[in-house]
């Protein structure tokens, strides 16, 4: 019932940013995953709907930032200093609660592709 919509992705090269958008119909926390080729999908980032609290990928946490416009009901991943190992199809996500959206997401994005060549 909850359908997401994700956009910015796209091919950069090491070191370069990228800034990942994923907008629902509700306020809800939301954040994302990424699955690369031949791995499973991993936790990257969750920000609740209300609190602000965040939660982060241990390998991500110097470098991705994720926030909230309230008024569009939109969350943004900002990806900076990235590296080839962040290359993935990377995957909005939303729930009721931020620790939800970490462990297990009803909602999901449809997924779209970052790519960082080295």
């Known amino acids: 019932q909850v359908q997401l919509a994700e956009s910015g992705g796209g091919a950069v090269q090491a070191g370069g940013s990228l800034r990942l958008s994923c907008t629902a119909p509700i306020r809800i926390a939301m954040g994302w995953f990424r699955q690369a080729p031949g791995k499973e999908r991993e936790f990257v980032a969750a920000l609740a709907a209300y609190s602000g609290i965040t939660n982060y990928l241990d390998s991500v946490k110097e470098r991705f930032t994720i926030s909230r416009d309230n008024a569009k009901n939109t969350v943004h991943l900002q990806m900076d200093n990235l590296k080839p190992e962040d290359t993935a199809v990377y995957y909005c996500?939303?729930?009721?609660?931020?620790?939800?959206?970490?462990?297990?997401?009803?909602?999901w994005g449809q997924g779209t592709q970052v790519t960082v060549s080295s």
């Open positions: 996500a939303a729930a009721g609660d931020v620790a939800a959206v970490v462990r297990e997401p009803p909602y």
